[in-house]
């Protein structure tokens, strides 16, 4: 009765191991497909790596000694595949797309705020990517002037996903949005399950609101936007701007990978702060399509006493914003008659 339990212990044991090498084998063929240091021969590479873990496996299968050596060899090559990718280095210098070919930066001196590579495209409908028409700009701004956050949360057709974008007011000068976003080669398009490696580099983008939000609302197809006015009170509003420009700097000095789950868009957000001010965690900050409804919940939108669902519904820009287009209020007239916005 003793040999009976300690058989199916065993075979427990045997099984946990395997899913456990199964799924590190996984994920390394995963991290040559998409990360391989030869990008011509990729998928070459990867489909060699899985290759030789079949034969390996074939040896477990065979039993006796030949079942330890396959084992053992799967490690060892799983093992010199992750000590690679964990060598991999991110990157300034590389032939970047023209939207994220130069990265952001600011001096802080006393009140004044002088911000470098301020993105301020032309957009033209042929021209969605803002190519013949890049303008890069210098901005200063004064932090006693901040006076709030707007909150742009950007929907692509999948309701539980969506990319927010905040943006910073001043009474004395027109808003700075900052996006979270990857930073991607020429040619390289964003992959989700390529987020989950080293594909891509982390940027800051720091734009006028007629670049980064007109180029969602007008140009890409399939796009919708809302815009939500926060209850931040003037003194975290000037916190979360100085959290942002330090995130920025520091990225313009070391850059970082970006990551779908660790360094994303809404992760790194909360990141940036510090343990202690870093708000409760919600599965809504990963699954960002619904965040809005947690802003909601934990009073940080400006409701005029609306329920959620007529505040979202009158929150959706792009009518507003396809009208205002090429005008110089643009930013003014997107928020003319929205809760919270002076209607």
């Not at 339990?5 to 045997?14: C, G, V």
Request: charged share 25%.
């Amino acid at each position: 009765m003793m040999g009976f339990p300690k058989r199916h212990l065993k075979i427990a044991r045997i099984l946990v191991l395997g899913v456990l090498i199964l799924g590190w084998g996984a994920w390394a063929f995963g991290a040559l497909w998409f990360d391989s240091p030869v990008a011509a021969s990729s998928h070459a590479v990867a489909f060699t790596y899985l290759g030789v873990v079949l034969v390996l496996l074939f040896l477990v299968a065979r039993g006796s000694r030949w079942a330890t050596l396959g084992v053992v060899g799967v490690v060892a090559l799983t093992a010199l595949v992750t000590l690679w990718w964990f060598l991999l280095q991110p990157g300034n210098d590389r032939d970047w797309q023209t939207d994220v070919a130069r990265e952001p930066w600011a001096d802080v001196n006393g009140d004044l705020v002088t911000l470098h590579n301020v993105r301020n495209f032309d957009y033209r409908s042929d021209n969605k990517s803002g190519e013949n028409n890049p303008r890069w700009e210098t901005r200063i701004v004064r932090l006693s002037q901040l006076t709030g956050i707007d909150a742009f949360l950007n929907f692509w057709g999948i309701s539980w996903m969506a990319h927010p974008i905040l943006s910073f007011q001043f009474k004395d000068a027109p808003p700075i949005a900052i996006s979270i976003e990857t930073r991607k080669e020429k040619g390289e398009d964003y992959s989700a399950l390529g987020g989950l490696y080293r594909q891509f580099e982390l940027v800051y983008v720091v734009a006028d609101e007629r670049d980064v939000i007109r180029v969602r609302s007008n140009y890409r197809e399939g796009e919708e936007v809302y815009l939500y006015r926060t209850t931040m009170p003037q003194e975290e509003v000037r916190e979360r701007f100085l959290e942002y420009i330090r995130s920025m700097n520091e990225l313009y000095a070391h850059p970082r990978w970006y990551n779908a789950i660790t360094a994303n868009c809404t992760t790194a957000i909360r990141s940036q702060r510090s343990i202690a001010a870093r708000s409760p965690w919600d599965l809504r900050i990963l699954k960002n399509g619904h965040i809005d409804e947690m802003f909601y919940e934990r009073g940080l939108l400006t409701t005029k006493g609306l329920p959620f669902d007529e505040l979202k519904q009158r929150a959706l820009i792009n009518p507003a914003a396809r009208k205002a287009d090429q005008d110089p209020n643009f930013s003014r007239i997107i928020r003319a008659g929205r809760p919270g916005f002076g209607e």
